[in-house]
């Protein structure tokens, strides 16, 4: 499968636990974004790498969050002490390089916190 | 940094029929503007996109138009089929200034076809 791949697909974590959520974006892409989507809704900007470098981070992101991309190619992004608002998928996407290229969807990670 | 605004929430139309859906933009640099289209439990898959140099685009049955000074765009889909019934979201990003490269959804439209 040459697309973009995250792991686990499903998380179900207890509240005040940690969890980390890998992204694997296509290899040749350069950008890679983490969104978090609720039922319905569009996806919510998390974070922004271009290559190894976190160019844009939410403002409405806690500090609960962080995010890496060590080596410029997968990535992974950790919630600390879960919330149950925290529930939701987690979705990364990759794009290369260019002015209006298509970004690539991974399957999404869902986390249930309860 | 950008936002995107989408319009309406929900669309529900008749099998056959025209379905339009509206985005607006507040960052006037952004000139990329790609649609989604998520069926239930699938990952958001681009349908079509659109560059600030043009004002419309169509691929067979969709359509998207664009207007820059008023900065908003919209997705058309002509001769409705209950397949099309899904999520759209549209999106933009801009490739110069502050925020380059960043991709902003707007929230979303569940469309419904009724056959």
């Known amino acids: 499968d040459t697309g973009v791949s995250q792991d686990p697909r499903h998380k179900i974590t207890k509240r005040g636990q940690n969890v980390t959520f890998r992204c694997d974006p296509i290899?040749?892409?350069?950008?890679l974004y983490w969104y978090r989507q609720t039922l319905g809704q569009g996806p919510e900007f998390l974070t922004y790498?271009?290559?190894?470098?976190?160019?844009?981070k939410s403002r409405l992101l806690s500090d609960r969050f962080s995010a890496e991309r060590p080596k410029g190619s997968f990535s992974t992004l950790e919630i600390q002490r879960t919330e149950q608002g925290d529930s939701a998928m987690y979705l990364c996407?990759?794009?290369?390089?260019?002015?209006?290229?298509?970004?690539?969807f991974g399957q999404g990670t869902r986390l249930t916190v309860v | 940094g950008e936002n995107v605004e989408q319009h309406p929430s929900t669309l529900s139309v008749q099998e056959g029929d025209s379905a339009v859906i509206k985005c607006t933009y507040s960052?006037?640099?952004?000139?990329?503007f790609p649609w989604y289209k998520q069926e239930l439990g699938k990952r958001p898959q681009l349908i079509i996109d659109?560059?600030?140099?043009?004002g419309e685009k169509k691929d067979q049955r969709i359509a998207v138009t664009l207007n820059k000074t008023a900065k908003h765009f919209s997705l058309h889909i002509t001769e409705t089929q209950p397949e099309d019934s899904a999520v759209y979201f549209c999106?933009?990003?801009?490739?110069?200034?502050?925020?380059?490269?960043?991709?902003?959804f707007g929230k979303g439209t569940k469309l419904s076809v009724k056959p």
């Open positions: 790498f271009q290559n190894e470098a976190q160019l844009e």
């Open positions: 659109i560059r600030s140099n043009v």
């Open positions: 996407a990759s794009r290369p390089q260019g002015p209006n290229t298509e970004a690539f």
């Open positions: 999106a933009a990003s801009k490739s110069n200034g502050g925020s380059q490269g960043n991709l902003i």
């Open positions: 960052d006037s640099a952004s000139n990329y």
């Open positions: 290899s040749e892409h350069n950008r």
